[in-house]
């Protein structure tokens, strides 16, 4: 009579190749994606569909390697195939221009992302950035650099408005803004956040915090999304503050993540300054299970963070946003599970 227990079998040395060798190629995948960005297949396509000939022809590369690219897209699900045409998926056409919400600058996955991965060894030994060991200098002077350049700083807000725009679609549906007047973006980039709250509530009044070049691309979203006469922009040091008052409601996305202890209880202190009694705090995080464990995306941005920002700086536990958040006078009220990133809810106290 068997005893109910399951016993593991181990791998065989074809089981472990094939798994490991699956592990060690996943960044082909992405190379493929960040080539076919690159030669703008997806936005050729996007026009209609095409062969690899027309492609090659259009686009000014090999027609026979090129048409192993794109086998290899329909394999990433990016393309789907009819006869000798290839046209995008629904998922690719969010890498067109025409998109309503442009996903094409995640491809800064491939330039500035995808080297210092490469330095991951050197980050885990030292537990610290890897800016200097991969591009010869520091945050601080790559920042300064980033502001002083139009084009680059318009490229890096369109990471920002590429993770944004949906999370705050996200937030717009999971949290209701109805008995709420107005929302403070603290570090909100060019707004993609509060645009899409104020977009689906036709009484909110936004305000986007940023430093004067961001606040720039901020005022074009503002009113490129018909909403000036409700949002504006307004500049303030992340840590010198004061942030501006009169918001009911303040909203953290993608902030907390980047600094250490320390800093972020100075960035909730500003926020707790700025709401009035009983004013609404949202983060918006990938928050990690009790053991640190939690989704590949939460797990990847906490090493991501690693790589690009100072010690501390880490993906958090409920509980460690809990002691930052009540060290600070709020209360946290309940976390909201979505992904890619979660909705923790908090009230001043």
Same mark, same amino acid.
């Given at each position: 009579?068997? #005893? ?7 791998p ?7 798994? =490991? ?14 080539? +076919? ?6 936005e ?5 569909? +095409?062969?690899?000939?027309?492609? +090659?022809?259009r ?37 067109? #221009? ?11 996955? /491939?330039?500035?992302?995808?080297q ?8 885990? $030994?030292?537990? #610290?950035?890897?800016? =200097? ?20 700083? $318009? ?8 993770? @944004?725009?949906?999370? /705050? ?10 008995r ?7 570090a ?5 956040? &509060? ?25 074009? +979203? ?27 409601? %303040? ?15 100075? &960035? ?9 009694r ?14 640190? @464990?939690?989704? @590949?995306?939460? &797990?990847?941005? #906490?090493?991501?963070? =690693? ?23 709020f ?5 909201? $599970? ?6 923790? %809810?908090?009230?001043?106290?």
């Open positions: 009579m068997g #005893s109910g227990v399951a016993i593991a079998t181990a065989g040395p074809v089981d472990a190749l094939n798994r =490991l060798s699956e592990i060690a190629t996943r960044y082909c995948d992405s190379q493929m994606f960040f080539a +076919a960005c690159n030669l703008g297949v997806f050729e396509l996007g026009k209609g569909p +095409a062969s690899a000939r027309e492609l +090659a022809q686009l000014g590369f090999h027609e026979e390697a090129g048409h192993r690219l794109m086998v290899g897209l329909c394999q990433l699900g990016l393309l789907t195939r009819g006869a000798d045409r290839f046209a995008n998926t629904a998922v690719a056409e969010y890498l067109t #221009s025409a998109a309503l919400v442009p996903l094409m600058p995640l491809l800064m996955w /491939g330039t500035l992302f995808y210092a991965w490469g330095n991951l060894d050197s980050a885990v $030994r030292e537990c #610290s950035p890897r800016w =200097l060991q991969t591009f010869g200098a520091t945050q601080q002077e790559t920042f300064a650099n980033l502001y002083k350049d139009p084009a680059a700083l $318009r490229r890096f807000c369109g990471l920002m408005s590429a993770y @944004s725009i949906p999370q /705050g679609k996200l937030l717009a549906e999971a949290f209701d803004f109805t709420h007047g107005c929302v403070l973006d603290v909100g980039g060019p707004g993609g956040l &509060i645009i899409e709250v104020g977009k689906r509530y036709d009484h909110i009044r936004g305000i986007v915090l940023d430093l004067p070049p961001v606040c720039d691309l901020a005022d074009e +979203a503002i009113v490129a999304a018909g909403l000036k006469e409700r949002f504006v922009s307004r500049h303030a040091d992340l840590f010198e503050g004061p942030y501006p008052g009169g918001a009911d409601v %303040v909203t953290l996305s993608w902030v907390l993540h980047d600094w250490n202890d320390e800093h972020c209880r100075q &960035i909730l202190r500003h926020c707790h300054a700025a709401l009035p009983g004013g609404t705090l949202l983060i918006t995080e990938s928050v990690l299970n009790p053991d640190h @464990s939690g989704t @590949s995306f939460a &797990i990847l941005m #906490s090493l991501h963070m =690693l790589l690009f920002c100072e010690p501390g700086a880490s993906e958090r536990t409920e509980a460690e946003y809990t002691e930052l958040l009540e060290s600070t006078g209360r946290v009220e309940r976390l909201v $599970r979505m992904t890619p990133r979660d909705l923790l %809810v908090a009230r001043k106290m």
